[in-house]
């Protein structure tokens, strides 16, 4: 289904985005969202592995059960980046908005992961 294949490509640039973001751009600013650089280059990680995945999976336009994979990959990194907004004790609100932000794209794509696996047919 073609609609499975790009929402491998979404998933796999959205995380390019947020590896951009989290381990380039949002370091520079640690005085603002009261997190250390090395906070921010450590949820960096799993997006590249994220990208590498989706990336993968629309060059091959793999199969329905590929989705479920990037679906429990993206409700990880939501709940590590929960968990990194309420245990920092650093933390600032811009952080947490942050934060909470990319929690609500990421559960955005999520939703559009599961509405494509329950529409597609193996």
Known sequence: MILRRYTFLLDGLGALVSAALTG?????WT????????????LAVPPMGFAAYSL???????????LLGIIAANLGYCAVSATVCFVSEEITALGRAVLAGEMLVVGGVVAL?????RKSDA
């Open 113 to 117: 992961e599961v509405w494509v696996y």
């Open 56 to 66: 993968a999976c629309f060059a091959r336009n793999a199969g329905r059960s590929w």
């Open 31 to 42: 005085d603002w969202v009261g997190l250390s650089p090395e906070v921010f280059r450590m």
């Open 24 to 28: 380039g751009i949002l370091p520079q």
